[in-house]
């Protein structure tokens, strides 16, 4: 996905409509997207490295592995919304995206959730593959910051039906989206199969 040159998605999706001015409405959806995502952020951050938690229930112990399978149907849907808008079917793409960022959310709840009751899961410091696994977990982290933001303003100038920009920020989250959904999957097999 990311070795898409301008010319294949321009082939894909059309011509590109000429871009239009921000408009008052652009800007606020913009803010909106970017305190919403602050406060989501800031929410998983005190949930990980500030709230005390007693350890965890039972009870919520099946919900990392319905986390990994949320991320694995995101990266699935990502990837046929990808291949739908290359055979310019925009119907079957605006729908298989939807579903991704409604996946995407219900993996949101459930991640918060879980981290709400349980705290965070840390990498035996002993295990083989400590480091490689941190190096993926920093880079998953790190690269999910802007998948909210970027996807919300991707939405909105779909709604909007600005496709030149939609088009100028998918090109730049359709690759991070994914990789954050793949490598969602590769960090809970990682760090079960640690934890034994």
Known sequence: MSDLSSKDLSAASGPAPAATPPTGADRAFLAFAL???????????????????????????????????????????????????????????????????????????SYLTYHYVHGD??????????IPYLLLLASHVLLSLPVVPLA????????????????KITRVLAPIWLYVSVTGVLVFVMLRSALG
């Open 121 to 130: 899961t840390r990498y035996p410091a002993d295990g083989a593959l400590r």
């Open 35 to 109: 305190v919403f995502s602050a406060v989501a952020v800031a929410l998983i951050a005190w949930l990980l490295l500030v709230r005390d938690t007693a350890g965890g229930s039972a009870q919520l112990s099946f919900l990392p592995a319905v986390n990994a399978s949320l991320n694995a149907t995101s990266a699935a849907l990502l990837a046929g919304g990808w291949l739908a808008i290359r055979r310019q079917n925009r119907a079957l793409h605006q729908r298989l995206m939807m579903a991704a960022f409604a996946v995407s959310g219900l993996f949101l709840v």
């Open 152 to 167: 919300l303003l991707a939405f909105w100038f779909a709604f909007r039906k600005d496709f030149a920009r939609h088009r």
